[in-house]
T-cell receptor, first 114, second 114 residues
Framework: AQKITQTQPGMFVQEKEAVTLDCTYD???????LFWYKQPSSGEMIFLIY??????QNATEGRYSLNFQKARKSANLVISASQLGDSAMYFC???????????FGTGTSLTVIP | EAQVTQNPRYLITVTGKKLTVTCSQN?????MSWYRQDPGLGLRQIYY???????DKGDVPEGYKVSRKEKRNFPLILESPSPNQTSLYFC?????????????FGPGTRLTVT
């Protein structure tokens, strides 16, 4: 069963604008971790941000913030003030309650337009 | 420099010829994992290891083997590769299995099986 769903295969955003990348997840466990990774065209996977299922506040890391809506099981990534270097594939991922298994979404390809 | 290394980075092989992709981390991480990335499917977990001599299957283990004899190394073995194992493979490690422990990824190994 699909654990992580990313419904936006591709997104475009104007430079300096904000953009939201959607992610919904599926689990009945109370404990889990949610992650976002960036994969530029060079191929490496870069960790961006983490949100724990028990965290009361939304995570923020510089220009990245995670809009965590637990009841709706969504963990959207918000990138503020987009830069050309933000053009990449973005993956949402969930670590299960055991801490052993990771589930990734299919990714969203973001293109920043000058 | 803290890193996860994989070798080889690129490999073209023929059906049935056994191969090993090595993975090594220098961060004294307990947890290590292997993924394959295919277009439109995101990353899927093949195997993971919680510590030395402790490994378990992920979502897509068929056709793969792993071992964890030392903490730093986690090789992926394809005993009889087939064309459907053509993919981009990533090794990753994290400090432990805690929810907030993000994974550090290797640079990837692009495997083609003809």
């Amino acid at each position: 069963a699909q654990k992580i769903t990313q419904t936006q295969p591709g997104m475009f955003v104007q430079e300096k604008e904000a953009v939201t990348l959607d992610c919904t997840y599926d689990t009945s466990d109370p404990s889990y971790g949610l992650f976002w990774y960036k994969q530029p065209s060079s191929g490496e996977m870069i960790f961006l941000i983490y949100q724990g299922s028990y965290d009361q506040q939304n995570a923020t890391e510089g220009r990245y913030s995670l809009n965590f809506q637990k009841a709706r099981k969504s963990a959207n990534l918000v990138i503020s003030a987009s830069q050309l270097g933000d053009s990449a594939m973005y993956f949402c991922a969930m670590r299960d309650y055991t801490g052993n298994q990771f589930y990734f979404g299919t990714g969203t390809s973001l293109t920043v337009i000058p | 420099e803290a890193q996860v290394t994989q070798n080889p980075r690129y490999l073209i092989t023929v059906t049935g010829k056994k191969l090993t992709v090595t993975c090594s981390q220098n961060m004294n991480h307990e947890y290590m994992s292997w993924y394959r990335q295919d277009p439109g499917l995101g990353l899927r977990q093949i195997y993971y290891s919680m510590n030395v001599e402790v490994t378990d299957k992920g979502d897509v283990p068929e056709g793969y083997k792993v071992s964890r004899k030392e903490k730093r190394n986690f090789p992926l073995i394809l005993e009889s590769p087939s064309p459907n194992q053509t993919s981009l493979y990533f090794c990753a490690s994290s400090l432990g299995r805690g929810q907030g422990h993000e994974q550090y990824f290797g640079p990837g190994t692009r495997l083609t099986v003809t």
